[in-house]
C-alpha cells in the first residue's frame, strides 16, 4: 500500500473538498443552462410559429381575394367579355365592383388597396374611381402567384403587391384580359413586430433571403442588424431552425420561421447574455465563495511547502544531479533535523556510489587491456607471414585446394578477431573460430586430432571472445609442438549444479607439479611478457566478466599433457541457439 506524506495528505483534503463541489456545482449548472436554453427555444419557436400563421392568414386572405374576384361576373363582364353596355350599364357595373372592393376594405383588419384592371377596355377601377391605364405600365410586375415589395415615393414607405391575371395560364402579356391588384403597407408588418416584441424576450425582424431585405419594428433598438443580415445572407435556411452567432463578441441565439405565403423569414435574435444573467450571478456569488476557500487552502498549502515540500525539492535536484554523474555537490539544511538527517544519508550514498563507479572503471580499463592484449597476441604478424608464405608454395605446386582452403580459413580467421564491435558471442561462435585456427595449424605443419563435445543445452550461452582458442593455442605450442609426435587435443563442456566448465586437454609434453604450482600462482600476477600471458589474460578476462567464482584450473592429463579447466557461475545469458558446428567425434 503506497504510503502518503504529510504535504500529500493535506493537499488530497483540500481537493477532496473543492472538486466534488466543483463537480456537481458545473453539473448543476451545465444542467441548468440546458433547460433554460430549452425552455427559451420553445418558447420562442412557438411564437415564431404562431407569429408566422397569423401573418400568413393576413396575406393569404388578400391573395384569396384577389384570385376569387377573377371568378366574380362582374369582373368578367368588366373584361369586355359581354356585349356593348350603355352608359347607365357601364355605371352600374363600376359601382357594383367598386362596392365589393370597399366593403373588403372595411372587412379586413390589414390596411390594404385592391385594383381591378380591364386589359381590353383599358379602365381600372380602384378605390372609388375609374379611370383609364397604359396596360403596358403592368408588364413589368405582373409575375405569377407571389409577392413583391417595391418602393412607392408617392405613399412615403414601401408597399407589398401580389397579382391574379386572368387567364390564370397565358403565353403572351397581351393574352391577358384582366389583372387583379391587391397591396398593402410595409407598416402593416411592423406593426406585427412591434406587438410580437412586446411579449419575446429578444428582438425580431422580417428577412428576405432572395433579396437580402430587412424589414424591423418601428419602435425598439435593433443592434449589429447590417452583420445579421450579412450572416443570414450567407447560411442556408431551411423552413425553420435556430443557430448561434457571434457578432463582434456578443453571442446570440438566432431563430428563424419561413412565412410561405411572402417567402421571407421571421427572425427572433435573443443575447445570450440575456437568457443567463440570472444563472451568471449565481456563478459569481458561487465562484467568490470557492476563491476564499481555495485561498485559505493555498496559504496552508505554502506553509506546507515551506516546511516539507522545499527540502524534498532539495533531495530531488540532488537526485537529478546524481543521475547525471554529478556525486559531488552535498546537501545541507538547517530547516529540521528530520530532513538534516536524510540528506547526511544521501551524502553518505552518493559518496559510496562514487566510489563504487571508480572501482568499476577501473575494472572496465583493465578488461578492455586484457581484451586488447589477447587481439594483439592474435593478429600475429609472423603467423600470417607464415600463412601467407604457405599459400605462395602451394600456388607454386599447384595444389590449388589447399589454396583455397588456407584462404578460406585464414580469413574467417582474422574476420573474427578483428570484429572490435562485439565483445561477447556464444559459445558455438567460439568453437567455430577455434576449428578454424586448428585447420590452419594443421594444414601448416602439425598433425592434430581433435575431439570436442559441447553440448545443445550450453551451445548459447554467451563467452568474452577469445577465451577458448588462446588456451588451444597454448597446448599446441608449448605441448603438442614439443613432442614431435603426432598430437590430440580434446575439448569438453558441460554445466552441472549451475556451474559451466569448458576442459581443454592435450597429449603434449605436460608440466611437472611444481611446475603447475608456479603456472597458477602466475596466473594472479599482472600481464607480463612470458609464456604464461595468454593463460593469465584469460584467466583474468573469466573474473572480470563472471565475477569471482570464475576462472582457470590447471593440472596434469592422463594422456601424458596438460589439462586446463574454464569455469564459471551461468549467470543466464543466453540468446538464441546458434547452430554454427555439429557436435563431430
Known amino acids: 500500500m503506497v504510503k502518503l506524506n504529510v504535504f500529500t495528505k493535506m493537499i488530497l483534503v483540500i481537493l477532496l473538498l473543492l472538486i466534488p463541489t466543483l463537480i456537481f456545482y458545473s453539473i448543476s449548472n451545465s444542467t441548468s443552462i440546458k433547460v433554460v436554453e430549452k425552455l427559451i427555444q420553445n418558447s420562442t419557436s412557438k411564437q415564431l410559429s404562431f407569429f408566422s400563421k397569423q401573418l400568413d392568414n393576413s396575406v393569404n386572405q388578400l391573395s384569396d381575394f384577389a384570385v376569387n374576384m377573377t371568378q366574380d361576373p362582374n369582373v368578367r363582364e368588366f ?66 402567384n407571389t409577392w413583391q415589395l ?38 402593416n408588418i411592423e406593426n406585427m413586430l412591434d406587438q410580437y416584441e412586446s411579449v419575446s424576450n429578444g428582438q425580431a425582424f422580417l428577412f428576405s433571403a432572395d433579396q437580402g431585405n430587412i424589414i424591423t419594428a418601428k419602435s425598439g433598438i435593433h443592434n449589429h442588424m447590417n452583420e445579421l443580415q450579412k450572416l443570414l445572407q450567407n447560411e442556408k435556411l431551411s423552413e425553420s431552425g435556430n443557430f448561434r452567432v457571434n457578432v463582434e463578441g456578443v453571442f446570440y441565439e438566432l431563430y428563424y420561421e419561413r412565412v410561405s405565403s411572402l417567402g421571407w423569414y421571421i427572425v427572433d435574435y435573443v443575447p445570450k447574455e440575456t437568457i443567463l444573467h440570472p444563472i451568471r450571478l449565481s456563478q459569481i456569488n458561487f465562484y467568490i465563495t470557492i476563491s476564499l476557500l481555495l485561498a485559505v487552502g493555498v496559504v496552508f498549502a505554502l506553509t506546507l511547502y515551506r516546511n516539507v ?89 599447384k595444389k590449388h585446394d589447399d589454396v583455397v582452403m588456407m584462404t578460406y580459413h585464414l580469413s574467417q580467421y582474422y574476420r573474427y578477431v ?47 571472445k577469445l577465451l577458448i582458442q588462446p588456451i588451444v593455442e597454448n597446448a599446441v ?70 565475477g569471482d567464482d570464475a576462472g582457470i584450473k590447471v593440472s596434469s592429463s592422463e594422456s601424458g599433457g596438460l589439462k586446463v579447466i574454464l569455469y564459471w557461475k551461468d549467470v543466464e545469458s543466453v540468446v538464441s541457439t546458434h547452430d554454427g558446428i555439429d557436435d563431430r567425434r
Open 79 to 144: 373584361m369586355g367579355y359581354s356585349f356593348k353596355r350603355t352608359d347607365y350599364e357601364e355605371m352600374r357595373l363600376y359601382s357594383s365592383i367598386l362596392e365589393k372592393l370597399e366593403l373588403y376594405s372595411i372587412s379586413t383588419t390589414w390596411p390594404s388597396k385592391t385594383t381591378v384592371f380591364s386589359m381590353q377596355e383599358k379602365r381600372a377601377l380602384s378605390g372609388s374611381t375609374a379611370e383609364s391605364f397604359d396596360p403596358e405600365q403592368l408588364r413589368q410586375y405582373v409575375t405569377d
Open 418 to 464: 578483428t570484429r572490435i564491435e562485439t565483445e561477447t558471442v556464444p559459445l558455438s561462435i567460439e568453437m567455430e573460430f577455434t576449428l578454424h585456427y586448428l585447420k590452419i595449424i594443421q594444414m601448416r605443419f602439425v598433425q592434430i586430432d581433435m575431439e570436442y563435445d559441447i553440448p545443445d543445452s550450453i551451445k548459447s550461452i554467451m563467452i568474452p
Open 309 to 397: 515540500q522545499f527540502p524534498i525539492m532539495q533531495l530531488i535536484r540532488n537526485i537529478e544531479r546524481v543521475k547525471q554523474g554529478d556525486y559531488v555537490t552535498p546537501l545541507r539544511t538547517n530547516r529540521n533535523k528530520e530532513f538534516q538527517y536524510l540528506f547526511d544519508r544521501f551524502n553518505e550514498m552518493t559518496l559510496q556510489i562514487r566510489l563504487l563507479i571508480e572501482k568499476v572503471y577501473e575494472e572496465k580499463l583493465q578488461s578492455r587491456n586484457a581484451t586488447l592484449k589477447q587481439l594483439q597476441s592474435q593478429i600475429n604478424p609472423h603467423f600470417l607471414y607464415n600463412c601467407l608464405s604457405f599459400i605462395m608454395n602451394m600456388t607454386k605446386l
Open 477 to 546: 605450442k608449448h605441448g603438442v609442438e614439443k613432442t614431435g609426435e603426432h598430437g590430440r587435443l580434446w575439448i569438453r563442456a558441460d554445466k552441472e549444479n549451475g556451474e559451466i566448465r569448458v576442459v581443454v586437454e592435450d597429449n603434449g609434453v605436460g608440466m611437472t607439479d611444481e611446475e603447475i604450482e608456479v603456472l597458477m600462482s602466475q596466473l594472479q600476477q599482472p600481464i607480463g611478457g612470458d609464456i604464461g600471458t595468454g593463460l593469465r589474460n584469460v584467466h583474468k578476462r573469466l573474473l572480470m566478466h563472471f
Open 150 to 187: 417595391r418602393d412607392q415615393p408617392a405613399q412615403g414607405q414601401e408597399t407589398f403587391y401580389y397579382y391574379s391575371v386572368v387567364p390564370a395560364v397565358y403565353k403572351r402579356f397581351e393574352d391577358i384580359h384582366a389583372v387583379i391588384e391587391v397591396n398593402f403597407p410595409r407598416s
